[in-house]
């Protein structure tokens, strides 16, 4: 069946609803990664001051000002063809961000992952709702729209588990691990 076929299922493939959530939360993430960390990046990057700020509002501020571009091209291009590299890429960037960049990269690699986040927005809840049967796609859409909350939640648990996890020895590595690019100026 193709994009623009309009048939109407009898069976939702849930399995298939499930993985589209699931983008949505590896999308609600690219917020999420940067906001609990908040503090540990202003370690890192102290001479960013209250530019630091970029680093969560940059995807919000693409999302405003080219949402319905992003939503004109994925809809052109074809929703399933464009969610996969819009993973793959956010992913990809995610794996550069981890390494720590210079903050002028880190600006610049969260510019072209709020690119991947708006196509997987786009994309995944228009795929949701065309392979929902028409019993199930008020129920498959009230799914998705949980997505940001529920990876919002997900990630401060975390950060809290793992605070909570540094005790003693821990809480020492923790202080080396954030003074380490400090250290190592001459």
């Known amino acids: 069946m193709s994009e623009s076929d309009n048939m109407e299922h009898e069976r939702t493939p849930v399995g298939l609803v499930l993985a589209l959530w699931a983008a949505g939360l590896g999308a609600a993430g690219q917020f ?15 001479e960013a001051g209250v530019g630091l700020g970029f680093l969560v509002s940059l995807i919000s501020f ?4 080219l949402g319905l571009f992003a939503g004109l091209i994925v809809t ?7 969610l996969i590299p819009a993973l793959l890429l956010g992913g990809l960037i995610s794996c550069i961000q ?8 880190l600006l610049v690699s969260r510019v072209i992952e709020g690119a991947s986040h708006l196509v997987i927005v786009v994309a995944a809840p228009t795929l949701i709702g065309q392979v929902s049967a028409p019993q199930h796609r008020a129920a498959a859409m009230t799914l998705w729209s949980t997505f940001f909350g529920v990876d919002a939640t997900k990630a401060i648990r975390q950060h ?4 909570q996890a540094c005790s003693g020895a821990g809480r020492r590595l923790k202080r080396i691990v954030r003074n380490w690019p400090h250290s190592l100026k001459p």
């Open 32 to 46: 999420a990664k940067i906001s609990v960390q908040f503090s540990f990046l202003q370690d890192i990057y102290p």
């Open 98 to 105: 981890a390494l720590m960049p210079s903050l002028p990269i």
């Open 62 to 65: 693409l999302g405003i000002g």
């Open 160 to 163: 809290h588990q793992r605070n």
């Open 76 to 82: 052109r291009l074809g929703f399933r063809r464009m």
